[in-house]
T-cell receptor, first 110, second 114 residues
Framework: GENVEQHPSTLSVQEGDSAVIKCTYS??????FPWYKQELGKRPQLIIDIRSNVGEKKDQRIAVTLNKTAKHFSLHITETQPEDSAVYFC?????????FGTGTSLTVIP | EAQVTQNPRYLITVTGKKLTVTCSQNMNHEYMSWYRQDPGLGLRQIYY???????DKGDVPEGYKVSRKEKRNFPLILESPSPNQTSLYFCASAASASTYNEQFFGPGTRLTVL
């Protein structure tokens, strides 16, 4: 099956700086790549997603890039704020199955 | 209010005692799925369902059963729980079986098996 690796596992940034989280996947058939944010004690919530026929997608301060050839995708958060502090999960999907990365704990220092 | 609900939210049980975790959604979603979340392992898919009476195994189905007799409900059954099933469980639903749909997660069920 699919294998998704996510790095780094923890990330600390100063408020206002950018944060980048990277994921790689193994199955070239994967065609959908969502990113979820999970605040402490809460449920995961979708923040952005990208399909395999798109190279980049942006939503305000959040962007995702996809490199199908290299089989990796990244989450970019600009102008980070304390409320961005959470655990972020990437995922890869094909045929209704979802495979998640192991998560990145992001801390934004005021 | 559109939502996914799970019950119970917390459960402590003993090895071998059958239990069911219920999941219900009020959004008329076709797709429903169960995940377990363990520290350092992220979320792992247990089972999913593309519609009523259609279920399929995810990445870690061993020791679990599911059923989809009604569109809104997707219970997770542990016939003989073991300590390695101690975990945080999330149910999720999406509008259709297309993988391009946003999944909405329930609040989670924290299960401890002694």
């Amino acid at each position: 099956g699919e294998n998704v690796e996510q790095h780094p596992s923890t990330l600390s940034v100063q408020e206002g700086d950018s944060a980048v989280i990277k994921c790689t996947y193994s199955d070239s058939a994967s065609n959908y790549f969502p990113w979820y944010k999970q605040e402490l004690g809460k449920r995961p919530q979708l923040i952005i997603d990208i399909r395999s026929n798109v190279g980049e997608k942006k939503d305000q301060r959040i962007a995702v890039t996809l490199n199908k050839t290299a089989k990796h995708f990244s989450l970019h958060i600009t102008e980070t704020q304390p409320e961005d502090s959470a655990v972020y999960f990437c995922a890869a999907s094909f045929g209704n199955q979802f495979y998640f990365g192991t998560g990145t704990s992001l801390t934004v220092i005021p | 209010e559109a939502q996914v609900t799970q019950n119970p939210r917390y459960l402590i049980t003993v090895t071998g005692k059958k239990l069911t975790v219920t999941c219900s959604q009020n959004m008329n979603h076709e797709y429903m799925s169960w995940y377990r979340q363990d520290p350092g392992l992220g979320l792992r898919q247990i089972y999913y369902s593309m519609n009523v009476e259609v279920t399929d195994k995810g990445d870690v189905p061993e020791g679990y059963k599911v059923s989809r007799k009604e569109k809104r409900n997707f219970p997770l059954i542990l016939e003989s729980p073991s300590p390695n099933q101690t975990s945080l469980y999330f149910c999720a639903s999406a509008a259709s079986a297309s993988t391009y749909n946003e999944q909405f997660f329930g609040p989670g069920t924290r299960l401890t098996v002694l």
